[in-house]
């Protein structure tokens, strides 16, 4: 099993048009062979701690795929190609990270 923890900063004011866009195509994601967990979210308004308030404009999937080819598999279908042409205005940067869980 893989893990991914995909961060994505929008352009300020934009947090809720892509986790709208998220939201619309995840479940299609979740039908996908191979997904165990697509789940978009954002920062909880109230922080863990003072030293990690809340980011503004981010939002972050967290992602559970069975293996590398499902994971690629999912990257390259109709639907993530059009959620990215769709938010290509709204995002300034990406950050995902595949983990091994152990």
């Not at 893990?3 to 929008?10: K, M, N």
């Not at 990257?75 to 869980?101: N, Y």
Request: glycine residues 4%; proline residues 8%; contains cysteine.
């Amino acid at each position: 099993m893989l893990w991914v923890i995909a961060t994505i900063t929008t352009a300020p004011g934009h947090d809720k048009d892509v986790l709208n866009a998220l939201r619309d195509v995840a479940p299609t994601v979740r039908q996908e062979a191979g997904c165990q967990l697509y789940q978009p979210s954002q920062d909880h308004p109230e922080g863990l701690t003072a030293d990690a308030p809340p980011r503004r404009d981010t939002v972050t999937v967290i992602e559970a795929w069975d293996s590398r080819q499902a994971l690629d598999d999912h990257l390259a279908t109709p639907h993530m190609t059009r959620f990215g042409e769709q938010t290509a205005d709204w995002v300034v940067d990406r950050d995902i990270r595949l983990l091994t869980p152990h």
